[in-house]
């Protein structure tokens, strides 16, 4: 952030499309699916032939009243649909079915966390409205020569608009935002928050203004970003060019501008449209939209535990630090997972935690996997964790155990036997051990026993590297003070 903060102030309102994890279109029965051949999943309904009428997915409305509950916003009673007029080649019937004037949902909000001087602030971002919508198709340049290819297949996926309140100063809030809004929806299962094959994807409004100004500068929109790093980027760059169009004394255009990964920048696209532009007009095919109270309490039955609530069970349930607990519950996967391991083990919960954050979370980390596809699911984790809770391997041999199941080698339970890991807890063998050590090192038992605490470490770590890391470590500890001290 190179610009003055004490002269410039940013205003950034994002708009987020989610594409609706229903099986059909919003308004046919044609599929959705990702990656089938292009132009397969076009019906007559997508494509706005002549004599063919579209009806309103049920599922896609109970989403989006599901993610309206979300973030405590207001349902209407009635809403409806809308004609949005413009050309391009992936937009088959020249319009768009949107909404406009009358959204499903209205005035809510999401609570985002930032880090302040203070640590963690936490800031209330205002959602305008979040309209239900489809998609348009998608065009190809790739592998083209002077020409471009389009694909209809995502022409008429349902998707729901969220459009934030232009609450947002910063581009690292913009990402904390984005991220808060993206677990929300994974968690509510009515998206799958793929941002690759373009499940979530973001345009960004920014403009700027000297500090203490009331009027919004002329706002940029930043067109159809698919990762978190790229919109952060993308808002940084677009802060830094207008500051300096402003005070090389030129103006700000309204344009819709795109991303470049590559260069790190925006482009101009076109010039931005406004509202009137489009020519909205209700869709004389679809009729208004009526959810009556018995509606939303139905899809309010439906409800998950949501990312809040849950983090503040496993702090009350499982006695977890606040950070376990947010991490945790930063996937809807991860927390299930954890679930299960405390479960299936009967461990301590901590334990538990630590096991998954640290050791699991950071192998999967390192080989660019998610918790899906963990090589060790929660069964095995809790198989390897009740083995240190019962004191057959101490915590130490389970790091062994532990990369030997990610390699795959098998359950805990056969590579402690196939490798002989099993913790040696006979406290006279240990003691016989610990009489060996202290035979063969005179001179440090004489030194300790002068006053040379520290040196209690070595004699643990001969215990422990003569029993080939095997000796219960308590034992061991507890053992060495009483012979030591004797």
């Known amino acids: 952030m190179a610009y003055d903060t004490t002269t410039w102030e940013v205003v950034i309102g994002l708009e987020v499309h989610c594409q609706l994890l229903t099986h059909s279109k919003i308004f046919s029965g044609a599929a959705t699916a990702y990656g089938a051949a292009p132009n397969t999943q076009a019906d007559g309904v997508t494509l706005g032939l002549p004599g063919v009428l579209p009806v309103l997915n049920k599922t896609a409305l109970e989403y989006a009243v599901k993610f309206g509950l979300a973030i405590d916003a207001k349902i209407a009673e009635r809403c409806v649909f809308a004609r949005k007029h413009y050309f391009y080649p992936d937009l088959p019937k020249g319009y768009q079915i949107s909404q406009y004037e009358l959204p499903i949902v209205y005035e809510g909000h999401l ?3 930032l880090d302040g001087a203070d640590g963690k602030q936490v800031k209330r971002i205002g959602i305008t409205r979040a309209h239900m919508e489809e998609d348009a198709g998608k065009s190809l340049h790739e592998g083209y020569v002077g020409q471009s290819g ?40 009515v998206c799958d928050g793929n941002m690759q094959e373009g499940s979530f994807r973001c345009d960004a409004n920014v403009s ?14 930043t067109k159809n970003v698919n990762s978190f790093r790229y919109v952060e980027k993308a808002i940084e760059f677009e802060i830094e060019r207008q500051i300096d169009v402003i005070e090389s004394g030129g103006r700000i255009v309204q344009e819709t501008r795109l991303f470049d990964p590559g260069t ?24 208004p939209v009526v959810v009556t109270a018995a509606d939303i309490e139905r899809v309010r039955a ?8 849950k983090k503040a069970r496993f702090i009350e349930q499982y006695q977890l630090p606040a950070y376990d607990a947010w991490v945790l519950t930063s996937e809807q996967a991860l927390a299930d997972y954890y679930e299960q391991v405390v479960r299936e083990s009967k461990a301590e919960a901590k334990l538990c935690a630590n096991w998954v954050i640290t050791d699991l979370l950071g192998g999967l980390n390192k080989a660019g996997k998610s918790i899906a596809e963990s090589p060790i699911d929660a ?15 101490s915590g130490k041999i389970a790091k062994d155990v532990f ?34 050590i202290m035979a063969k090192n005179p001179a440090q ?25 095997k000796a219960n470590p308590d034992a061991v500890n507890r053992l060495l003070k009483e012979k030591l001290s004797g």
């Open 208 to 221: 700027v203004r000297k500090r203490g100004e009331t009027k919004f500068g002329t706002r940029t929109e």
């Open 445 to 469: 038992l004489e030194q300790f026993r002068s006053g040379k605490d520290k040196l209690f470490g070595f004699f643990v770590g001969q215990v422990m590297k003569a029993t080939q890391g």
């Open 403 to 436: 990369e030997a199941m990610m390699a795959g080698e098998g359950s805990a339970d056969d590579i402690i036997q196939a490798k002989g890991l099993v913790q040696i807890t006979d406290e006279s063998a240990i003691v016989a051990v610990i009489d060996e």
């Open 264 to 287: 790190g920048e925006t482009r101009s696209m076109r010039t931005k449209e406004d509202a009137n532009d489009y020519r909205y007009f209700p869709d004389p095919d679809l009729l």
């Open 379 to 393: 069964i095995q984790l809790a198989g390897m964790i009740a083995r240190i809770a019962d004191k057959t391997i």
């Open 111 to 113: 609570d985002v966390e």
């Open 302 to 309: 439906t409800m998950p535990e949501l990312p809040e609530a």
């Open 150 to 189: 389009i694909d209809l297949n995502r022409a008429g996926t349902p998707l729901i608009e969220i459009v934030s309140e232009p609450d947002i100063r910063s581009a690292a809030e913009a990402v904390a935002y984005l991220k808060k809004l993206h677990q929300l929806v994974v968690y509510l299962g």
